[in-house]
């Protein structure tokens, strides 16, 4: 469940951020998904809504941004964009390198946390 095993990471990153930023609960969550790295961005959403349950994060949007990965040539240098679905350099054939967009990233997330500046007075 490759899945499954993102979406605790993300939890865990999530609910930290939640926790020194002293937030009730979090009302988003944005993620940008790289396409090789076989992560199904709607699985991965349906995961974290799944393991938020009881957490800081339960009820959260989940935003899944599927993204073209940035992959550099090691061999030629040229920079394939655009619809690569293998990290493979189009124009000499040879393996490129990922650079960005690879695996899975929070890309957002969205704190409820309580302002109570206009309340406070010395
Ligand atoms: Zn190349």
Do not use: W
């Not at 899944?64 to 090691?74: G, I, R, T």
């Not at 189009?90 to 409820?112: F, H, M, Q, S």
Request: overall charge negative; hydrophobic content about 40%.
């Amino acid at each position: 469940m490759h899945e499954l095993s993102f979406a605790e990471q993300i939890l865990k990153c999530v609910d930290q951020e939640a926790r020194r930023h002293c937030a009730r609960g979090v009302s988003r969550v944005r993620l940008r998904v790289g396409r090789l790295s076989g992560v199904n961005g709607a699985n991965l959403a349906f995961c974290l809504k799944a393991v938020a349950e009881g957490s800081a994060m339960e009820g959260a949007e989940v935003e899944v941004d599927e993204v073209a990965p940035e992959l550099v040539c090691s061999d030629c240098g040229r920079q394939p964009v655009g619809g690569v679905v293998e990290p493979v350099c189009p124009t000499c054939g040879k393996e490129a390198e990922l650079l960005l967009n690879a695996e899975v990233y929070i890309e957002e997330v969205e704190l409820d946390v309580e302002d109570d500046h206009a309340e406070a007075k010395s």
